[in-house]
């Protein structure tokens, strides 16, 4: 079965509004987890990684103000994308590594769907 | 920095044919590997892996070999189904174990 959960799967929102997807390891603890962008067509592209008890770290050309990182616990990460934009609508993924944050192998949420109208 | 290059397709094959997805890469060190499939409504898919050169990978009939001489991790499998149509993605574990993708490929396969 899943073990990373995304909540939600789909969400449209209004232009100007914030919006707030939740990833969870099911049965493990991730100190870290990791945001990915996927654009149609097109590969995943890492956002950020969240790290329990710290800030995130952004990619390059990532704004971090606009794309809220809080790991708030050994389970959760959430993203919120504030003042969201029709550019902004994309697929969005988490992942974390199995072992905590050493091991190679990513367990993948299943994603979330944003789109902004 | 680190990069990976596969086809980008779609590749469109008939039940039973010979599958190929090439794959190189760019990196520092010794990077793991990795095959990752998305079904598709689905979520990414752990298919196979290979963590040291010569390695392969081997899952549901699908294999990888890593060559560090070539720096190629491509995926082949002897007789596609139709199950298999899916979005195929080549991947390497990064600075910080992110993986790095390439852009994936479309695979289609009729009965």
């Known amino acids: 079965g899943a073990v990373v959960s995304q909540h939600p799967s789909r969400v449209i929102c209004k232009s100007g509004t914030s919006v707030k997807i939740e990833c969870r390891s099911l049965?493990?603890?991730?100190?870290?987890m990791f945001w990915y962008r996927q654009f149609p067509k097109k590969s995943l592209m890492l956002m950020a990684t969240?790290?329990?008890?710290?800030?995130?770290?952004?990619e390059q050309g990532v704004e971090k103000d606009k794309f809220l990182i809080n790991h708030a616990s050994l389970t959760l990460s959430t993203l919120t994308v504030t003042s969201a934009h029709p550019e902004d609508s994309s697929f969005y993924i988490c992942?974390?590594?199995?072992?905590?944050?050493?091991?190679?192998?990513?367990?993948f949420g299943p994603g979330t769907r944003l789109t902004v109208t | 920095g680190d990069s990976v290059t596969q086809m980008e397709g779609p590749v469109t094959l008939s039940e039973e044919a010979f599958l190929t997805i090439n794959c190189t890469y760019t990196?520092?060190?010794?990077?793991?590997l990795f095959w990752y499939v998305q079904y598709p409504g689905e979520g990414l898919q752990l298919l196979l892996k290979?963590?040291?050169?010569?390695d392969k990978g081997s899952n549901k009939g699908f294999e990888a070999t890593y060559r560090k001489e070539t720096t190629s991790f491509h995926l082949e499998k002897g007789s596609v189904q139709v199950s298999d149509s899916a979005v195929y993605f080549c991947?390497?574990?990064?600075?910080?174990?992110?993986?790095?993708f390439g852009k994936g490929t479309t695979l289609s396969v009729s009965s």
């Open positions: 992942s974390a590594p199995r072992g905590g944050s050493g091991g190679d192998e990513q367990y």
């Open positions: 049965d493990f603890q991730a100190t870290t």
């Open positions: 969240s790290n329990e008890g710290s800030k995130a770290t952004y």
């Open positions: 990196a520092t060190g010794y990077p793991s």
């Open positions: 290979a963590t040291k050169a010569d």
């Open positions: 991947a390497l574990s990064g600075a910080g174990t992110a993986l790095i």
